[in-house]
């Protein structure tokens, strides 16, 4: 059984709800606005999600002991998986944020949504945020 | 039974709608009738060709060798190197030809235009041998710069030019190229992947002298492909890759190899492939190519004007010659969101740097979305696509 924090286990119940894949589309979309913006000016190699097909930068900070995650995308797509990604680990502990699972992607209906290239990209997407989380924690 | 009603994957719904199949400059559906053909030789005639004396291997040899006769045929060609498609075929041009007839310091003319499958061998071959790339641009018109590529010929020993941009859906003006080059002595080579879809070709008087094709976008199946050369060019050329039914003899002290094209076709070939090919060349003969090519430029050139209102950036010109092709970009909505918000209903688009970032690097972009006809596309289709267009924008721009 994988754990999930509260706020990310009813997102991904309400994505299971939706049927139409238009409105599975329109409804990430709107996550999109729970990215804490990562200014354009300090994208750069290291910030840089690789495999994903458009450009996608993420930018952790462990402060005072709590996850704060900032990130940014040219596509709406990207933008709202990103959303998600905020919604689960913002504020928590380091320890919590990294015991959450890459599954919850699926759980969500999201990978019919994604193309394979789009599912790799979430990926490694996920994975980078959770090495820069244990980075900030191991030093 | 209408054309359309012959795909049968064209009756199925993606996402609960129909499908409306727009990426046909990346793959085009099959008719059932290869479907047929493959599956029949599967499961009636599978065997090798060219070796056995069995009755199996002779029906797979008459198969896999009319394949051949028939593109011999069509594209009136004397020869005809059966490839895995265009790409194989373009790296054998550079191993085979290349190889053999170019030295450090010779030149190789290519354009800004081409599909990274006629770059990236060059390219390759120029690191191995230190031959000379010289690249003739792409104006803002969308067509060649004709005045550098004339410059370009001095000392050239192999021109390469797409046919037609996969990308911009432009036709080259090649019969003035194929001149121009070989009154400098130059061998061209052209990449007909986008062209031979769309037009009826007759190699030996159009007058290159190696052109690579895929069956694929033309009904076909995947895995497929050929090159055709002239016999001058033909036997200029050395294998390159060695094996099996490419060999006369062979001895522990070396081999000789065969003189026609299965010189060039080292290993078990694609059988199956080629009997579908040419239940493919076959069918393609019930309608009119011309008559079936106007008709879809004419809807390519609709549908760019129409989102042109919409308020995108169309890339291409959609003349007469050229391919129903129409790349875009909204100046707001991300491409690869716009294919995704298309597929929701049913429509298929690319979108991306369609194998051509030299192109797109000039275009100052860094892809599009492309929306490609083919003959089974109507025009209910491409009014259906406009209108999912209008809302896509209106609702997320």
Not at chain 1, 3 to 15: D, G, M, R, S
Not at chain 2, 269 to 281: T, V
Request: glycine residues 8%; charged residues 20%; hydrophobic residues 45%.
């Amino acid at each position: 059984m994988s754990f999930y924090p509260a706020a990310l286990q009813e997102l991904i119940e309400e994505f299971q709800e939706i049927d139409d894949k238009r409105e599975r589309l329109e409804y990430l979309f709107e996550l999109a606005d729970e990215v804490n913006e990562f200014p354009t000016s300090q994208w750069s190699d290291v910030t840089r999600v690789r495999g994903c097909q458009s450009e996608a930068h993420v930018h952790i900070e462990v402060d005072q002991g709590l996850v704060h995650f900032q990130s940014g995308a040219d596509a709406k797509m990207v933008q709202g998986m990103m959303g998600i990604l905020t919604i689960a680990l913002e504020g928590l502990a380091p320890a919590q944020a990294l015991m959450i699972p890459p599954d919850f992607a699926e759980a969500m209906g999201l990978l019919n949504t994604l193309t394979p290239s789009r599912s790799n990209g979430f990926r490694n997407m996920f994975d980078k945020v959770m090495a820069d989380i244990r980075l900030q924690v191991e030093g | 039974m209408s054309l359309r009603d012959q795909f049968p994957i064209l009756q199925r719904e993606v996402n609960g709608y129909p499908l409306v199949y727009l990426d046909n400059a990346a793959t085009t559906q099959k008719p059932q009738v290869v479907l047929d053909a493959m599956s029949h030789y599967y499961a009636h005639s599978n065997a090798n060709v060219h070796r056995a004396v069995h009755t199996l291997a002779g029906e797979a040899t008459e198969g896999y060798e009319a394949c051949r006769t028939k593109l011999k045929q069509r594209y009136n060609a004397e020869r005809v190197i059966i490839t895995s498609g265009t790409t194989e075929a373009i790296n054998l041009v550079a191993h085979g030809w290349g190889r053999a007839n170019l030295q450090k310091g010779d030149a190789v003319v290519l354009t800004e235009m081409e599909h990274h499958s006629d770059i990236v061998p060059w390219q390759m071959l120029a690191e191995e041998r230190g031959v000379e790339l010289r690249y003739v641009p792409v104006l803002p018109d969308f067509t060649l710069d004709m005045d550098v590529f004339s410059a370009s010929l001095e000392g050239a020993k192999l021109v390469c030019v797409v046919h037609t941009s996969n990308v911009l859906g432009v036709r080259n003006p090649l019969e003035a190229i194929i001149e121009q080059s070989h009154a400098v002595g130059a061998r061209v080579l052209i990449d007909a992947a986008q062209g031979v879809p769309h037009a009826s070709i007759d190699f030996t008087e159009f007058g290159p002298d190696f052109m690579a094709f895929s069956a694929h976008k033309m009904c076909g199946p995947t895995g497929i492909g050929a090159l055709l050369v002239t016999p001058a060019a033909f036997d200029e050329m050395q294998p390159f890759m060695g094996g099996g039914d490419m060999i006369e003899t062979v001895t522990v002290d070396g081999s000789t190899y065969q003189t026609n094209e299965h010189k060039f076709e080292a290993g078990t070939p694609r059988i199956a492939e080629a009997i579908g090919w040419s239940a493919a060349l076959d069918w393609m003969t019930s309608f009119d190519l011309d008559v079936e090519h106007a008709r879809l430029v004419d809807i390519a050139g609709w549908v760019a004007q129409q989102l042109r209102e919409l308020g995108m950036t169309v890339y291409g010109r959609h003349g007469p010659d050229d391919a129903a092709v129409v790349s875009f970009l909204h100046p707001t909505i991300n491409s690869d969101d716009m294919a995704h918000l298309l597929d929701a209903r049913g429509f298929a688009v690319r979108t991306g740097h369609h194998c051509a970032q030299p192109l797109l690097q000039r275009l100052g972009i860094s892809g599009t979305v492309r929306a490609s006809f083919y003959i089974y596309n109507t025009r209910d289709e491409a009014e259906a696509f406009v209108a999912e267009m209008k809302d896509i924008v209106e609702t997320f721009a």
